[in-house]
């Protein structure tokens, strides 16, 4: 779990990073990584979920 946790902190960063790329200075390929990332930190999401359901019973 911890290494899924490590895993999502990238991802955020690297959204994060991309997203204000593309608002900031008009990166119009920072955000199409933005829309990439955040499909990606939305299934780590889910799987983080379905761990921490397992763990907490």
Not at 43 to 56: I, N, T
């Amino acid at each position: 779990m911890k290494q899924l946790v490590e895993k999502l902190n990238a991802e955020i960063a690297e959204f994060v990073k991309n997203a204000e790329a593309q608002v900031v200075k008009g990166n119009k390929a920072a955000g199409a990584r933005a829309r990439k990332a955040a499909l990606a930190l939305m299934k780590d999401l889910k799987e983080f979920r379905k761990v921490s359901v397992e763990a907490a019973k």
